[in-house]
C-alpha cells in the first residue's frame, strides 16, 4: 500500500479548480471569476477563493481550493471518530456551489477533499470525500436521469455496488430532517474512504471530480435559454431558502470550516444571493411547483 502522496493531491485540486472555472466561464457570456487568495489565520497554509457574480448565466458562484493545516480537529470532524481527538490535520480540497439565474437552470454543489490527522509516535490516519449533487426547482427527468448516469460512470471503474452505495449515502446525507424533504435530486456522496488503499482511492476521487462537469455542462446548456418570468423567480428564491437551510444547519464542510478557524467569507460564499421565506407556503396541486415537491424531493431510483 503506497503512502498519501500530499502534492499529488493538492496539484490535482488545483488543476480541477482551473478546468471548473473555465467550462462554466464558457457557458457564461459576461461576468467572469475573480481571484481571492487567503491566508489560514488559525494554522498554516490559505487559499484560492473564486467568484463569480452577477452574470447572465450565473447570478453567482464559487469555486474554492484550500489547503490548512491545523493542531487540532473541530469537533464537526471527530464527532464520529473519537480516535481522531487531539490530533493535528492536514486538509485539503476543492468545494463549489453554482446558482444560476434562470431558473430552470438547477443549482450544484461538487466537492472533492483530502485530510489527514498525525499524531507522534502513531501512524498517520488519512481519507477521502466528496460528491456531487443537483438542486432543481423546476425540474426535469430526463436531466435527473443523465446526471445519475454521469454519477455511474465515475463509480463503475470502481465496482458495481460503487454507485448503489453512495447514491444512497447521498439521498440520506442531503436531506432536511425538519422539513423532511430532500434537498435535490441527489447524485453521490462519500467520506472516510481509505479502505482500497491511497492509489485507488485517490483514482476515485478523480474520477467523481472528472466527471462534474461532464455532468452538469450538457444540463446547463439544454436549460439555459428557456423563458421564464416573475413567477418562476420566486419560486426559485423561496426554494433557495431551503438550500440556506441546510447549509448552515446541518453541512459537514460548513460546521468544519467555521469551527477549525477557517475564512467566513469563502465558506459561506455557497449561499445564494438572494433567497426567500414564507410562512407556511404550499404549491398548488397539479402545479408545475408542485411537481417538484412530488415526483423529485424524495429518493428515487433514477437508472
Same mark, same amino acid.
Given at each position: ?6 502534492? #499529488? ?7 480541477? /479548480?482551473?478546468? $471548473?472555472?473555465?467550462?462554466? @466561464? ?20 490559505? %487559499? ?12 453567482? %458562484? ?16 471527530? #464527532?464520529?471518530? #473519537? ?5 493535528? !490535520? ?13 431558473? +430552470? ?9 483530502? !485530510? $489527514?490527522?498525525?499524531? @507522534? ?15 432543481? +426547482? &423546476?425540474?426535469? @427527468? ?10 455511474? =460512470? ?14 444512497? *449515502? ?10 423532511? @424533504? ?8 462519500? =467520506?472516510?474512504?481509505?479502505? *482500497? ?21 450538457? $444540463?446547463? /446548456? ?11 423567480? =420566486? ?10 437551510? !441546510?447549509?448552515?444547519? +446541518? ?27 414564507? &410562512? ?12 417538484? &415537491? ?10
Amino acid at each position: 500500500m503506497s503512502a498519501p502522496d500530499i502534492n #499529488a493531491v493538492k496539484a490535482y485540486l488545483l488543476d480541477l /479548480q482551473d478546468r $471548473i472555472c473555465q467550462g462554466l @466561464e464558457g457557458e457564461e457570456p459576461e461576468a467572469r471569476f475573480q481571484e481571492d487568495n487567503w491566508t489560514y489565520d488559525s494554522g498554516i497554509g490559505g %487559499g484560492r477563493t473564486r467568484v463569480l457574480a452577477g452574470g447572465k448565466l450565473l447570478e453567482q %458562484g464559487g469555486v474554492n481550493f484550500s489547503h490548512v493545516i491545523g493542531n487540532t480537529l473541530p469537533p464537526s470532524a471527530t #464527532a464520529h471518530r #473519537a480516535d481522531l481527538a487531539g490530533r493535528g !490535520f492536514q486538509a485539503l480540497g476543492v468545494s463549489l456551489v453554482i446558482h444560476p439565474r434562470n431558473p +430552470y437552470v438547477p443549482t450544484s454543489h461538487a466537492n472533492v477533499r483530502f !485530510f $489527514i490527522a498525525e499524531k @507522534e509516535n502513531e501512524p498517520p490516519v488519512w481519507w477521502f470525500g466528496g460528491g456531487f449533487d443537483l438542486t432543481p +426547482y &423546476y425540474p426535469f @427527468e430526463e436531466d435527473a436521469v443523465a446526471w445519475h448516469r454521469a454519477a455511474r =460512470d465515475a463509480c463503475l471503474p470502481f465496482g458495481e455496488s460503487v454507485y448503489p452505495r453512495f447514491k444512497q *449515502w447521498c439521498d440520506e446525507y442531503f436531506y432536511l430532517k425538519h422539513r423532511q @424533504e430532500t434537498r435535490g435530486v441527489g447524485g453521490l456522496f462519500f =467520506d472516510d474512504m481509505n479502505e *482500497w488503499g491511497f492509489d485507488r482511492c485517490f483514482d476515485f476521487l478523480r474520477s467523481v471530480g472528472d466527471h462534474y462537469l461532464r455532468a452538469y455542462l450538457p $444540463i446547463v /446548456q439544454k436549460r439555459k435559454g428557456t423563458p421564464y418570468g416573475e413567477r418562476e423567480r =420566486d419560486f426559485q428564491l423561496y426554494r433557495r431558502g431551503r438550500y440556506v437551510e !441546510f447549509n448552515l444547519v +446541518y453541512d459537514r464542510g460548513t460546521l468544519f470550516g467555521l469551527q477549525s478557524g477557517g475564512r467566513t467569507e469563502s465558506i459561506l460564499m455557497s449561499l445564494p444571493p438572494v433567497a426567500h421565506w414564507r &410562512y407556511n407556503w404550499k404549491p398548488e396541486p397539479g402545479s408545475a411547483e408542485d411537481n417538484l &415537491y412530488q415526483n423529485f424531493l424524495k429518493p428515487r431510483e433514477w437508472l
